[in-house]
């Protein structure tokens, strides 16, 4: 305590007024900073799945803060210097993923553990009701970045449980700002700056068991991101009938291993009504 003068030493405080004002967009909207503090700070319990956070006020939030003309713009520009991002956005392949998609492929294969999973868990692909063409090379790229999130799981060795998001949310925030340039590779990536760190934050602060684990994970991700090919570009439907090793190598994703996230997750989750 006694260095908090020292350390506030260079605060010039703004003028007052009668409702927060910042000079960050972010701070400003009263929703996302309900959103933050609520889940960077909660404990997880049976009432609310930490699956559910996302959807819970930080993607709406996102969206009423993005200008869309301007992130059009940047990616405008970003075509203009950058070959393979623009031959991805001509493309735009986006086929329509059903579970019938994913039937037939052999045991152990990227396919066969995807479909495995769905069929688990009653699930239908990502979505899988939004069969589009996109109008614009933003709605495509919002639209692939959801539909290959399973895919990313898979490639990067995290489990189909919570601490195992912790894997695709951090390899796709260092893979995009690795491969486009840092403007637009941060309009493209709050939504996973702000919901991967909930999770170690929440390990470290409420379930030290998992704490290593989960900054384990991170780092594993970071690596994976930083390491590899533009992992959000990849064509994943072209290798779901390789093991999830061989399609590591053909997709140029590096430094990847499957990681067993599930008996943590379970301490994470709480599903009991208290916790201590």
Same mark, same amino acid.
């Given at each position: 305590?006694?260095?908090?003068?020292?350390?506030?030493?260079?605060?010039?405080?703004?003028?007052?007024?009668?409702?927060?004002?910042?000079?960050?967009?972010?701070?400003?909207?009263?929703?996302?900073?309900?959103?933050?503090?609520?889940?960077?700070?909660?404990?997880?319990?049976?009432?609310?799945?930490?699956?559910?956070?996302?959807?819970?006020?930080?993607?709406?939030?996102?969206?009423? *803060?993005?200008?869309? !003309?301007?992130?059009?713009?940047?990616?405008? $520009?970003?075509? #203009? @210097?950058?070959?393979?991002? +623009? /031959?991805?956005?001509?493309?735009?392949?986006?086929?329509?993923?059903?579970?019938?998609?994913?039937?037939?492929?052999?045991?152990?294969?990227?396919?066969?553990?995807?479909?495995?999973?769905?069929?688990?868990?009653?699930?239908?692909?990502?979505?899988?009701?939004?069969?589009?063409?996109?109008?614009?090379?933003?709605?495509?790229?919002?639209?692939?970045?959801?539909?290959?999130?399973?895919?990313?799981?898979?490639?990067?060795?995290?489990?189909?449980?919570?601490?195992?998001?912790?894997?695709?949310?951090?390899?796709?925030?260092?893979?995009?700002?690795?491969?486009?340039?840092?403007?637009?590779?941060?309009?493209?990536?709050?939504?996973?700056?702000?919901?991967?760190?909930? *999770?170690?934050?929440? !390990?470290?602060?409420?379930?030290?068991?998992? $704490?290593?684990? #989960? @900054?384990?994970?991170?780092? +594993? /991700?970071?690596?994976?991101?930083?390491?590899?090919?533009?992992?959000?570009?990849?064509?994943?439907?072209?290798?779901?009938?390789?093991?999830?090793?061989?399609?590591?190598?053909?997709?140029?994703?590096?430094?990847?291993?499957?990681?067993?996230?599930?008996?943590?997750?379970?301490?994470?989750?709480?599903?009991?009504?208290?916790?201590?």
């Amino acid at each position: 305590m006694d260095n908090l003068a020292y350390l506030l030493a260079g605060v010039r405080p703004g003028a007052s007024g009668s409702v927060l004002t910042s000079s960050s967009p972010l701070l400003n909207h009263a929703g996302l900073r309900d959103w933050v503090a609520t889940h960077y700070l909660r404990r997880n319990g049976p009432d609310r799945t930490p699956a559910s956070d996302t959807a819970a006020g930080l993607i709406p939030a996102l969206h009423e *803060l993005t200008d869309v !003309a301007e992130v059009e713009r940047l990616i405008a $520009a970003e075509r #203009a @210097l950058n070959p393979r991002f +623009r /031959a991805w956005l001509d493309e735009a392949y986006c086929p329509h993923h059903t579970l019938e998609f994913f039937e037939g492929y052999p045991d152990g294969s990227f396919g066969q553990i995807y479909h495995r999973y769905l069929v688990t868990q009653g699930l239908q692909p990502n979505l899988a009701r939004e069969h589009i063409k996109p109008r614009s090379d933003y709605e495509f790229i919002r639209f692939r970045f959801g539909q290959i999130h399973d895919f990313e799981h898979i490639v990067t060795g995290g489990g189909f449980n919570t601490l195992g998001e912790i894997l695709p949310y951090f390899t796709r925030l260092s893979n995009v700002h690795r491969h486009l340039t840092p403007e637009l590779a941060v309009e493209l990536t709050r939504l996973y700056a702000l919901g991967g760190f909930r *999770l170690p934050v929440r !390990a470290a602060l409420h379930y030290p068991q998992t $704490a290593l684990v #989960a @900054l384990d994970l991170m780092q +594993r /991700a970071v690596r994976i991101g930083l390491d590899s090919e533009p992992i959000f570009m990849a064509r994943f439907e072209a290798v779901l009938g390789l093991t999830p090793v061989e399609a590591r190598e053909a997709l140029g994703v590096r430094g990847a291993d499957d990681i067993d996230t599930a008996a943590a997750s379970v301490v994470f989750d709480d599903a009991g009504e208290t916790g201590p």
